[in-house]
């Protein structure tokens, strides 16, 4: 069974960084695609990044040029990360890790396997 497990959320003031990982394990061979997702109170559950099994990334305009994904495969272990930079206010929410073997994109829909999440607090 394919579990996902985030670290790295925290409080920051504006401009600041964090960074997040997660840890994915369980799985036969590695997914199609990775991403991270976030939700704030009363919104919906966006995308952030993703990243392909090859190692390339695609951003939500909100967050380009300030979030970077990247991702490490060692034998039978695979991290995801997302380093966040220059963080503002409206990046508070709940992050989200998701995996899928077959899809590859910012829906949530196109993915089967998340993570429990980590909170992300930014004060201004």
């Known amino acids: 069974q394919v579990q996902l497990v985030e670290s790295g959320g925290g409080s920051v003031q504006a401009g600041g960084s964090l960074r997040l990982s997660c840890a994915a394990s369980g799985y036969t061979y590695g997914p199609h695609s990775m991403a991270w997702f976030r939700q704030a109170p009363g919104n919906e559950r966006e995308g952030v990044a993703v990243?392909?099994?090859?190692?390339?990334?695609?951003?939500a305009d909100s967050v380009k040029g300030r979030f970077t994904i990247s991702k490490d495969s060692t034998y039978a272990k695979l991290t995801l990360y997302l380093q966040m930079d220059s963080l503002k206010p409206e990046d508070t929410g709940m992050y989200y890790c998701a995996a899928d073997w077959t899809h590859l994109g910012l829906s949530p829909d196109q993915y089967a396997y998340w993570g429990q999440g980590t909170h992300v607090t930014v004060s201004s």
């Open positions: 990243i392909d099994r090859h190692g390339s990334g695609g951003y």
